[in-house]
Antibody, heavy 121, light 107 residues
Framework: QVQLVQSGAEVKKPGASVKVSCKASGNTFTDYYMHWVRQAPGQGLEWMGWINPNSGGTNYAQNFQGRVTMTRDTSISTAYMELSRLRSDDTAVYYC??????????????WGQGTLVTVSS | EIVLTQSPATLSLSPGERATLSCRASQSVSSFLVWYQQKPGQAPRLLIYDASNRATGIPARFSGSGSGTDFTLTISSLEPEDFAVYYCQQRSNWPPTFGQGTRLEIK
């Protein structure tokens, strides 16, 4: 079955960068766009962007452009999300989420378990 | 970007009762509206896509309806495991956006 397994929790200082990984198994990694969604403590969901694992093409939400970079390593079926110039309000759980079909329809059936990133001085 | 407003913020009901959750869009999203369920400490779970289609493995007590700007998620008879937070999401326009959530709690 499809599984998305993310890297562990991180604590970072303001101004630093964080890189979260998402390892996929149970499907052909390059067939499905991977999105990233975050959730601040006690808050709702915020879409960050996607990566096409086949081409490496990306699309980022305007709120994150210039600070976020999504990459992938097809040899190990892993997607990455790096967020730079961290601020305290970047403290959140970060999820990777796979689209439902091989077409990028912008809704998600498989999610990683989430990675808590805490930004604190 | 499209703003989704969910109501009520919190819904208190008992097992066996019917739950009706609302999601209103700031402009038409046609039928491109999705519902997720999220339990504490877990990732969201896909329930309904394109307004009224149940995702794989979702029980028949969950149903969705609506089009344009007004959507409803109905749970016909609440089971104990249904108490959670529910989010709507539109995929009609870029960027995809989520509602702020409705918390369904046990009365």
């Amino acid at each position: 079955q499809v599984q998305l397994v993310q890297s562990g929790a991180e604590v970072k200082k303001p101004g630093a960068s964080v890189k979260v990984s998402c390892k996929a198994s149970g499907n052909t990694f390059t067939d499905y766009y991977m999105h990233w969604v975050r959730q601040a403590p006690g808050q709702g969901l915020e879409w960050m962007g996607w990566i096409n694992p086949n081409s490496g093409g990306t699309n980022y939400a305007q709120n994150f452009q210039g600070r976020v970079t999504m990459t992938r390593d097809t040899s190990i079926s892993t997607a990455y999300m790096e967020l730079s110039r961290l601020r305290s309000d970047d403290t959140a759980v970060y999820y990777c989420a796979r689209v439902v079909t091989t077409v990028n329809l912008y809704y998600f059936d498989y999610w990683g378990q989430g990675t808590l990133v805490t930004v604190s001085s | 970007e499209i703003v989704l407003t969910q109501s009520p913020a919190t819904l208190s009901l008992s097992p066996g009762e019917r739950a009706t959750l609302s999601c209103r869009a700031s402009q038409s999203v046609s039928s491109f509206l999705v519902w997720y369920q999220q339990k504490p400490g877990q990732a969201p779970r896909l329930l309904i896509y394109d307004a009224s289609n149940r995702a794989t493995g979702i029980p028949a007590r969950f149903s969705g309806s609506g089009s344009g700007t007004d959507f409803t998620l109905t749970i016909s008879s609440l089971e104990p495991e249904d108490f959670a937070v529910y989010y709507c999401q539109q995929r009609s326009n870029w960027p995809p956006t989520f509602g702020q959530g409705t918390r369904l709690e046990i009365k």
